[in-house]
């Protein structure tokens, strides 16, 4: 029986009912927040009123895709798994570039260090600090899954060592990797680094595609085996719905329906009443 690492212990498969596949529950700070503070999304209460809200058509499982040292709060992911009844799997890993300060551990240290850090995630338990100070501070709940992020139309330097460390740590626990791209971009070149790493293609979720809805190029990506995950349904600043849902339709025509997934990651505050500091978030 296969199991998925939750934020509550592993659960069995075929347990987790439908699953919201990208999502970004909790948000507390970090340099994305400081360059957009819409970005803040730091209350428990409001993501459980979401979640359940989620909760009534069907979805049991929320993948929450916030990675190390950006905002990342498994605390409180613990605490929303608990009041809502959901499963929630937790992310190590990173996030693209602009997340990470010039001075951050992430540059000094090198692709086998950072693997073994990822790895203490997966199998000790997530750090509160997200390895930010002098103290560690693991938590019982541990990452369910791996982030990778690149920029938009490149893989810098940075990113293809993070790249590297993340397909390192896949190897060694089996946890799954799901990654940023920017604006659909640079999809191929991610899976063709993870790929030549050694990462099987069933391990590999290439995420916002839809950003960048070429069906040849989707077609593409789904050729080498990997998942392909969709979350812009709703956000029409990329495309109206009926270019997705037409993608959709011919990604399933052409056999690769079981290697789409689908979600909504929306990490913004929608309506700010800043007067009296309280924010609507949407899921």
């Given at each position: 029986m296969s199991f998925v690492r939750t934020v509550l212990g592993d659960v069995d498969s075929d347990r987790l009912g439908m699953v919201y596949s990208h999502e970004h529950l909790i948000i507390s700070g970090g340099l994305g927040v400081q360059k957009n503070p819409d970005l803040r999304l730091n209350s428990?209460?409001?993501?459980?009123?979401?979640?359940?809200?989620?909760?009534?058509?069907?979805?049991?499982?929320?993948?929450?895709?916030?990675?190390?040292?950006?905002?990342?709060?498994?605390?409180?992911?613990?605490?929303?798994?608990?009041?809502?009844?959901?499963?929630?799997?937790?992310?190590?890993?990173?996030?693209?570039?602009?997340?990470?300060?010039?001075?951050?551990?992430?540059?000094?240290?090198?692709?086998?260090?950072?693997?073994?850090?990822?790895?203490?995630?997966?199998?000790?338990?997530?750090?509160?600090?997200?390895?930010?100070?002098?103290?560690?501070?693991?938590?019982?709940?541990?990452?369910g899954l791996i982030k990778g992020a690149s920029d938009y139309n490149r893989i810098d330097k940075l990113s293809q060592k993070l790249f590297h460390a993340a397909a390192a740590a896949q190897l060694m626990t089996g946890a799954p990797i799901s990654t940023h791209t920017e604006h659909g971009t640079c999809g191929l070149e991610q899976v063709e680094l993870l790929l030549g790493d050694g990462v099987a293609p069933s391990k590999v979720i290439i995420c916002h595609l839809d950003r960048n809805p070429d069906f040849e190029y989707h077609r593409s990506v789904a050729e080498s085996g990997v998942y392909l995950e969709y979350d812009n349904i709703g956000r029409i600043k990329y495309w109206p719905d009926s270019v997705i849902i037409d993608l959709i339709e011919k990604m399933i025509e052409y056999g690769f329906e079981d290697q789409i997934l689908l979600g909504r990651t929306a990490p913004f505050v929608l309506i700010s009443e800043r007067m009296e500091e309280d924010r609507v978030w949407p899921i």
């Open positions: 428990v209460e409001k993501a459980c009123e979401e979640v359940n809200d989620v909760k009534k058509h069907g979805i049991s499982t929320f993948v929450d895709m916030m990675p190390l040292d950006c905002g990342r709060e498994p605390a409180d992911l613990m605490e929303i798994a608990s009041q809502t009844g959901s499963h929630i799997i937790a992310a190590t890993g990173f996030h693209k570039p602009m997340y990470y300060s010039d001075i951050h551990w992430v540059h000094r240290y090198n692709e086998q260090q950072i693997a073994e850090l990822l790895v203490a995630e997966v199998e000790e338990g997530m750090d509160r600090h997200s390895y930010s100070g002098p103290v560690t501070e693991r938590l019982t709940a541990k990452a």
